[in-house]
């Protein structure tokens, strides 16, 4: 079957209705594909960073990672938010298998920045997908927290959608992007238009003018580099409508989807 990556947000996390949940695990026991979730945990991070008094800032929307910000990202990704994740699809059906990119080095990591600017911030070199296929063949849906290891086992703290598409690209599968949006937004003399497809040129663009920015910087330049690296297909959907998630793999259009090609549609 073919295997899609679904890269859940972590403005959305607390929104998710119980039939997203529902869908993935359909999905699952229907065999119309392996699903994969990877997710973030932005809010909460900054939530519990807040408690603990603890600066954050971000650059081109990576969060600087000290060693402190490092111990609080894991704790809630890897801890609350992962398991969480793990009871809702158990709660619908399904077998969740909660882990991160620590467990059995899955997320092998360098620092992405070698100057130290951005602390303990990784990018994933490798994806040891030995264990993911293990858990996929045993009927398991992998919940992966984007924590990566070092080879001298410093963790690291990966950006979630930089981690999705690194594991789409190393499993061979489709990478969808789960938001609170239907997609990439532009406003257009003061209407809304969503972008139902964007190439690789268009999205330079957007970003050098603004239109992309913060957090939906990562999630592009993901979606571009997973369809460099071999990803079938990748697309950015609104979670709050889980039949957009069916719609989207029967083939229908919705959400944005990113291509590397040189056709625009709106």
């Known amino acids: 079957m073919d295997k899609v990556i679904f890269k859940i947000g972590g ?24 699903p994969v979730i990877v997710h973030g945990g932005g809010p909460a991070i900054n939530k519990e960073l807040s408690k603990s008094q603890v600066k954050s800032v971000f650059h ?3 969060r600087v990672t000290t060693k402190e910000v ?15 994740i ?21 997320l092998k990591t360098v620092p992405y920045d070698p100057s130290g600017k ?33 080879e001298d086992g410093q963790h690291y703290n990966v950006n979630g959608d930089v981690a999705a598409a690194r594991v789409a690209a190393a499993l061979g599968g489709t ?10 937004l532009e406003t257009k003399d003061e209407n809304e238009t969503l972008h139902s497809s964007l190439t690789n040129h268009e999205i330079t663009t957007m970003i050098e003018s603004g239109v992309i920015y913060g957090g939906m910087i990562p999630k592009v330049k993901s979606a571009i580099e997973a369809l460099k690296a071999g990803v079938k297909e990748t ?14 793999l029967s083939g229908k259009e919705v959400g944005t989807k990113i291509t590397m090609g040189e056709v625009y549609h709106v």
């Not at 950015?236 to 069916?246: A, E, K, R, V, Y």
């Open 175 to 184: 990478l969808v992007f789960i938001s609170d949006i239907p997609g990439v």
């Open 60 to 62: 081109d929307g990576l």
């Open 86 to 106: 793990v009871k809702q699809v158990v709660q619908a059906g399904g077998v969740g298998f909660g882990l991160s990119g620590v467990d059995g080095s899955i």
């Open 118 to 150: 951005l602390g303990f911030v990784g990018e994933v070199e490798e994806v040891e997908v030995g264990w993911l296929q293990l858990l996929i063949e045993n009927g398991a849906i992998p919940v992966i927290s984007p924590i990566g290891i070092g």
């Open 235 to 248: 697309a950015i959907i609104n979670g709050l409508n889980p039949t957009d998630i069916t719609d989207f």
């Open 70 to 84: 490092l111990r609080i990202a894991e704790m809630v990704m890897s801890g609350s938010i992962n398991k969480e």
């Open 11 to 34: 403005s959305i996390l607390d929104e998710l209705p119980a039939d997203f949940y529902q869908t993935i695990v359909f999905l699952k026991k229907s065999k119309q594909c392996d």
